[in-house]
């Protein structure tokens, strides 16, 4: 298997995703411990060779993953007879039923789909490069059947397999809610058994602290409650859990995370790293460096990164008649089939103290929300507003609070990134997002 070439794929179902893939690619996507990415990665035990995002995200992309290709794959003759000819191309939203032994066992050239769309792919790298290729094909279509028109065959032959795996791609954003559970206890088996290495302060309350994980460098101080028996609880190095605070598995805490006092944080959750939290927060995944430290609930809810939410936001995850929530994304409006769903929170969002979010809520990147009443279920990029009306948000204003968000977390804004904010600010203005 390590002979075979990997590379990730993104197709277009990014889009359903809204704001939250704006400025990553889908296999950066975090649910519990790993993004898709590194799931993906760990799972077949091989660094990826290389990346085929959209084309602007190629540069910011390469950054992330100095030393590996983008965009191209390297062209060798085609010759079936060898493995080092061949690649496995592999969908950036895929989260199971492919690992590392299927993919080496499996038959000479193999698709695999969940419904029309490919999972993954081994197939001659000369086909891959041209499937995903710009100019050759649509790049709006990327299913088995462009895949097997480009490899010159209508039908399936007898030397290609294509085979059925459904459930292997998360379609929406709220499935990646739904996934969380079965993630997160994964996560857990993988650490063994309950392994209590931090410095957790005698006059806490642990319950089922054999199903818990508190590694080390984390700390949980007098008084907190760090409940387990509803799932595993997974607390990371350099978190702090602050006195009195209350978490409830099944929940991973990333690195550096902080659970202020007086908290009460419900799972299935995922906290990122170096989030700040308080009030409640139940059934939500934070992609990370956001904070939320104050009173407010936040529900049902999933948040990319840079997102400050003021004193007292509150988003309503459950409508009044206890209909299927709504919401648009990619200028649809989408029955979500769920009771239950709050937001879905663009990266370097803003909002002011008080601020009140109906349910299912979708805010743009880089707006900055205030003001008294319920602002639009559907707030585009860089939107400066509230209930009474929005105005496009000066983008050198924005990128300076940006800036000065990110360094406050010893981090810096690239320039490559700062192209690409440029970029959307740009589509904003024509109202693209």
């Not at 299913?143 to 097997?148: D, E, F, I, N, V």
């Not at 029955?335 to 769903?341: A, Q, R």
Request: net charge neutral.
């Amino acid at each position: 298997m390590a002979k075979i070439p990997l590379y990730l794929f993104e197709d277009p179902g990014w889009r359903r995703f809204g704001p939250l893939t704006t400025l990553r690619p889908v296999w950066d996507l975090r649910i519990g411990l790993e993004t898709f990415l590194e799931r993906i990665t760990r799972l077949y035990d091989t660094t990826p060779s290389g990346y085929f995002p959209r084309k602007e995200l190629y540069n910011t992309v390469k950054e992330a993953n100095a030393g590996s290709k983008v965009g191209e794959i390297k062209n060798r003759p085609y010759d079936r007879l060898k493995a080092d000819k061949e690649v496995l191309l592999v969908n950036g939203r895929c989260w199971k039923n492919l690992d590392k032994k299927g993919l080496a066992s499996a038959y000479k050239w193999t698709i695999w789909t969940d419904g029309p769309d490919v999972v993954a792919a081994r197939v001659p790298n000369e086909i891959a490069r041209k499937w995903l290729s710009q100019d050759i094909h649509d790049p709006a279509d990327y299913s088995a059947r462009t895949l097997l028109a480009v490899w010159g065959i209508e039908k399936t032959a007898p030397e290609i397999r294509v085979v059925e795996i459904p459930g292997s791609l998360v379609y929406w954003p709220w499935e990646m809610l739904k996934l969380q559970d079965e993630i997160i206890r994964e996560d857990y088996k993988r650490f063994g058994s309950g392994k209590i290495e931090g410095e957790v302060e005698y006059r806490t309350i642990l319950i089922e602290d054999g199903n818990m994980v508190i590694e080390a460098g984390a700390s949980v101080d007098a008084g907190a409650i760090i409940d387990a028996s509803k799932g595993p609880v997974i607390i990371c190095n350099k978190c702090r859990i602050m006195p009195g605070a209350f978490v409830s598995g099944p929940i991973v805490i990333n690195e550096g995370s902080v659970i202020r006092t007086g908290a009460k944080i419900y799972g299935p959750s995922t906290i990122g790293p170096a989030c700040k939290l308080g009030g409640e927060v139940e059934d939500c995944i934070i992609q990370g460096y956001s904070n939320k430290q104050h009173e407010g609930f936040l529900g049902h809810a999933i948040l990319g990164e840079w997102i400050n939410l003021g004193a007292d936001t509150n988003n309503s995850d459950l409508k009044n008649n206890y209909s299927n929530v709504i919401i648009s994304l990619d200028g649809e409006n989408i029955d979500t089939g769920e009771t239950f769903f709050g937001s879905i929170i663009g990266d370097h969002v803003k909002t002011s103290i008080n601020t009140q979010l109906n349910t299912g809520t979708v805010i743009g990147i880089g707006s900055n929300i205030f003001g008294s009443g319920f602002p639009p279920k559907s707030v585009g990029a860089y939107r400066w507003g509230g209930a009474n009306g929005f105005e496009l948000y000066d983008f050198d204003k924005f990128l300076n609070t940006a800036r000065a968000v990110v360094e406050r977390r010893d981090r810096k804004l690239s320039s490559l990134m700062v192209a690409l904010l440029r970029e959307n600010h740009k589509k904003a203005m024509k109202n693209e997002i």
